[in-house]
């Protein structure tokens, strides 16, 4: 029963849950300059946003094997999210070790533009919740290059 629940759970959540499409996704962020010792210099703020799309052919290979080996070896062929990290993440968050993600890149964009980074208590339970089903969905439905955009 202690297994059920949460498998009866999460398919009725993935059925519900929408994955938005790329476009809907905004991407404007403040750039912050920063001096040598890590004070703030300026922020800037620009009226059209400062983040442009571009396609993944815009970026150097070298540059996205880099990102993959340094952030996840299996983003190709992982269903979005890493068992054995998400498990590793849950103890230690529930059990008082060092708070982790476990994150594949499609878990890590879905939290920084979709359902926020709330880490402790309940609320962190519910936001990896929501972060794995629909970074699930997400990796299920389109090429994984969509979680290559700019959060």
Do not use: W
């Not at 068992?83 to 708070?99: C, I, P």
């Amino acid at each position: 029963m202690l297994l059920v629940l949460p498998i009866i759970t999460f398919a009725m959540a993935y059925f519900i849950v929408d994955v938005p499409k790329p476009g809907d996704i905004r991407t404007n962020q403040v750039s912050t300059i920063l001096a040598s010792d890590g004070s703030e210099l300026a922020k800037i703020i620009p009226p059209e946003g400062n983040r442009v799309d571009v396609d993944l052919k815009q970026v150097p290979v070298h540059v996205r094997r880099a990102v993959l080996a340094a952030e996840d070896r299996n983003f190709y062929s992982n269903p979005g999210f890493s068992l054995t990290g998400f498990a590793r993440a849950v103890k230690n968050n529930m059990f008082g070790g060092d708070l982790q993600g476990g994150s594949t890149i499609t878990q890590q964009y879905v939290k920084n533009a979709l359902v926020g980074s709330q880490r402790t208590g309940f609320g962190g339970l519910i936001r990896k919740a929501k972060e794995l089903v629909v970074a699930t969905k997400m990796s299920g439905s389109g090429p994984k290059t969509m979680c290559c955009r700019p959060i």
